[in-house]
């Protein structure tokens, strides 16, 4: 049962468009989520994170928002660049502390000049 | 900061060996863990451990085990690699029970023939 899901396995934007990444959950226990990003033969980096009492936290050109009733959070990134291209996982942890974390299958976003 | 290093970076195996995957940080974080990406699918939990001389299992802990002697050290074992086990292995990192993001090593990618 994947309680984490990202249905989009790709997404292609052109530079300097708003890249939406989405992603949907089904465990109510869910109280934090977060975005990392993934290279090739490189290890996920964290993004950015929300905890269940907020509905909106931003970094720069990355903002995420959480919709608790509809169980789905979703990735901004405005404007895209080219660098932004790679996957982007979300998680989530029901757990104090985000130690275990439950990921989705990653959605690969590829941003064109 | 050398953050979370894993060793080796590649590796192949045949069935039934035995092998350990190495990972160490340099970061004083009490909270290490490893994870399995196949394709398509996102990283999943195999084990964790929450300070030195305490682990548990993940979501996938089967012809795996670990071990905590140390802060800094958290190595994977396989027992007897299966086909099955051919993966990339990511190792994370966090510090204390605080919302704060799990760092990752940049993987090993392990082929069983």
């Known amino acids: 049962d994947q309680q984490v899901k990202q249905n989009s396995p790709s997404l292609s934007v052109q530079e300097g468009r708003i890249s939406i990444l989405n992603c949907d959950y089904t465990n109510s226990m869910f109280d934090y989520f977060l975005w990392y990003k993934k290279y090739p033969a490189e290890g996920p980096t964290f993004l950015i994170s929300i905890s269940s009492i907020k509905d909106k936290n931003e970094d720069g050109r990355f903002t995420v928002f959480l919709n608790k009733s509809a169980k789905h959070l979703s990735l901004h990134i405005v404007p895209s660049q080219p660098g932004d291209s790679a996957v982007y996982f979300c998680a989530a942890s029901a757990q104090q502390g985000a130690q275990k974390l439950v990921f989705g299958q990653g959605t690969r976003l590829t941003i064109n000049p | 900061n050398a953050g979370v290093t894993q060793t080796p970076k590649f590796q192949v195996l045949k069935t039934g060996q035995s092998m350990t995957l190495q990972c160490a940080q340099d970061m004083n974080h009490e909270y290490m863990s490893w994870y399995r990406q196949d394709p398509g699918m996102g990283l999943r939990l195999i084990h964790y451990?929450?300070?030195?001389?305490?682990?548990d299992q993940g979501e996938v802990p089967n012809g795996y085990n670990v071990s905590r002697s140390t802060t800094e050290d958290f190595p994977l074992r396989l027992l007897s690699a299966a086909p099955s086990q051919t993966s990339v292995y990511f190792c994370a990192s966090k510090g204390g029970n605080s919302n704060q993001p799990q760092h990752f090593g940049d993987g090993t990618r392990l082929s069983i023939l």
């Open positions: 451990s929450v300070g030195a001389g305490i682990t």
